[in-house]
């Protein structure tokens, strides 16, 4: 168990429509780093952020966007879903991102869009 | 974004010694090495890390060129639950920000 929860584990949903994909980092754990992994391919870094606030930007869609809660939570919204949006969405956290220590990564999201 | 080349595939038997091969030519002074395995249908798991100088864990050892243009994973005795994806990934500084950039990894298939 790496500490990092990701709700809900399967999502199937239908073209057109908006999700919300819900990360809880680990205890004490600032950063938090969603990534896009599709069929057999690498991760994709969308978007990260430390402390609330946004800190790097990878090849997160205009269709998506997250937020970093004060209670250090974050939610990667996903609105006007294609199909080609089905993938697994992970999550990670990490202590200090100023450090390049490790990051946990939590279970994944598995978005289904039919 | 400095950028990492692994082989795309490798096999081992089991209990005998695994190399995965990293190159990072483009690598600054100021990225970390990463290394992260990823079981199927499951999140990556952290492996090991370092900066300059080799590393040992309780998982495996890194093995990192002085010119720190490439490194090497080593898992010392393979088990068939060490079959999965490795990934060495550059925790990358880049002006006010570290991300991690991924390859696409080295699938490892352990022989029983």
């Known amino acids: 168990d790496s500490g990092v929860t990701q709700t809900p584990k399967h999502l199937i949903t239908a073209t057109g429509q908006r999700v919300t994909l819900r990360c809880s980092p680990r205890s004490g754990d600032l950063s938090v780093y969603w990534y896009q992994q599709s069929l057999d391919q690498g991760l994709q870094f969308l978007i990260q952020y430390y402390n609330g606030e946004e800190r790097a930007k990878g090849n997160i869609l205009e269709r998506f966007s997250a937020q970093q809660f004060p209670d250090l939570h974050s939610e990667l919204n996903l609105s006007s879903l294609e199909l080609g949006d089905s993938a697994l969405y992970f999550c990670a956290s990490s202590v200090d991102w100023s450090r390049g220590t490790e990051a946990f990564f939590g279970q994944g999201t598995r978005l289904t869009v039919v | 974004d400095a950028k990492t080349t692994q082989p795309n595939s490798m096999e081992s038997n089991e209990e005998e010694p695994v190399h995965l091969p990293c190159n990072h030519s483009t690598i600054s002074g100021t990225d970390y090495i990463h290394w992260y395995r990823q079981l199927p249908s499951q999140g990556p798991e952290y492996v090991i890390h370092?900066?300059?100088?080799?590393v040992n864990n309780r998982m495996a050892s890194l093995a990192i060129a002085e010119d720190r243009k490439s490194s090497t994973l080593i898992l010392h005795r393979a088990t068939l639950r060490d079959a999965a994806v490795y990934y060495c990934?550059?925790?990358?500084?880049?002006?006010?920000?570290?991300?991690?950039?991924w390859g696409l990894g080295t699938s490892l298939a352990v022989n029983p």
């Open positions: 990934i550059l925790n990358s500084h880049g002006g006010n920000n570290r991300k991690l950039i």
């Open positions: 370092g900066l300059t100088s080799n």
